[in-house]
């Protein structure tokens, strides 16, 4: 996420997706309620971090970042479906390159 901010990317223009455990910052923000949580992802001001079985309710951003880790196979899969249609100018996936080929069928 460093990188992406100091290349000149805007927090709001940023979603990431975890397959496995959630994102420190998606705990944080959770433990004020959900009505809060989707609150801050409407607002689109902040890097927004969504666990893969709600990511379908997150809205299109310009760059969306995978952390394939963790979860069954059908997770990853549903999280990488879901980033690739939401994702306007960038998609990047973290992870095992093996797992992530296994679930695309692909070598990437």
């Not at 409407?42 to 310009?62: E, I």
């Not at 939401?86 to 069928?105: F, M, Y």
């Amino acid at each position: 996420m460093d990188l992406l901010l100091d290349s000149g990317r805007a927090p709001g223009d940023m979603l990431v997706i975890t397959t496995g455990e959630q994102h420190p910052w998606a705990t944080h923000e959770l433990s004020f309620g959900e009505a809060s949580y989707w609150a801050q992802h409407d607002a689109g001001d902040d890097v927004f971090y969504a666990d893969a079985q709600v990511a379908d309710r997150a809205k299109a951003r310009p760059v969306v970042v995978v952390a394939v880790n963790g979860g069954p196979e059908s997770v990853t899969a549903t999280a990488l479906k879901a980033a690739h249609a939401r994702a306007g100018a960038l998609l990047i996936v973290c992870g095992d390159p093996q797992r992530i080929n296994s679930v695309l069928g692909a070598g990437v």
